[in-house]
């Protein structure tokens, strides 16, 4: 994934401060866990972190590039959300190449990613299910496909 170094990193609403100053070193490979109880910050870091929120301050890295202010699909980091985010009424395969389809690729290039998708998530037998036909592990892994920017 990349090394993630956090300095110094606000986020605020108006007055009320969200995030207060916060350094943070995350090893690639390393394992890490937020934990705290609702409304504490844990969405609001980790949609910063990948680019869905701006930060008030501070300064985010991946790797030694500065990806502070850098668009969501230019960080090459994605974030599985809680609910999944699946068209019910699309396959596997479909919700997969939706991104893909919007960015205006071949069916051939389409194809391909999709592909290697399910291999590397290890869904290939699912790609013709509809979301409400997988387990929620399965719905996770399905909502991990490529993000926007990947190859």
């Known amino acids: 994934m990349g090394r993630f170094v956090l300095r110094n990193v606000k986020k605020a609403f108006g007055e009320h401060i969200i995030i207060p100053a916060l350094d943070l070193d995350i090893d690639d490979g390393e394992f890490v866990v937020f934990v705290g109880p609702s409304g504490c910050g844990k969405t609001t870091l980790l949609r910063s972190i990948s680019g869905l929120e701006t930060v008030t ?18 960080r090459n980091v994605a974030m599985v959300f809680q609910n999944y985010a699946l068209f019910p009424h699309l396959t596997v395969f479909e919700n997969v190449a939706f991104g893909l389809r919007l960015q205006r690729l071949t069916k051939a290039e389409i194809n391909q990613r999709v592909q290697r998708a399910a291999a590397l998530l290890h869904i ?8 409400k036909q997988l387990s929620g592990g399965q719905r996770q892994r399905v909502a991990l496909h490529l993000c926007p920017g990947q190859p």
């Open 57 to 74: 301050g501070g300064k985010i890295e991946l790797d030694g590039r500065d990806i502070t202010y850098e668009h969501p699909s230019k």
């Open 124 to 131: 290939e037998p699912l790609l013709q299910r509809k979301p």
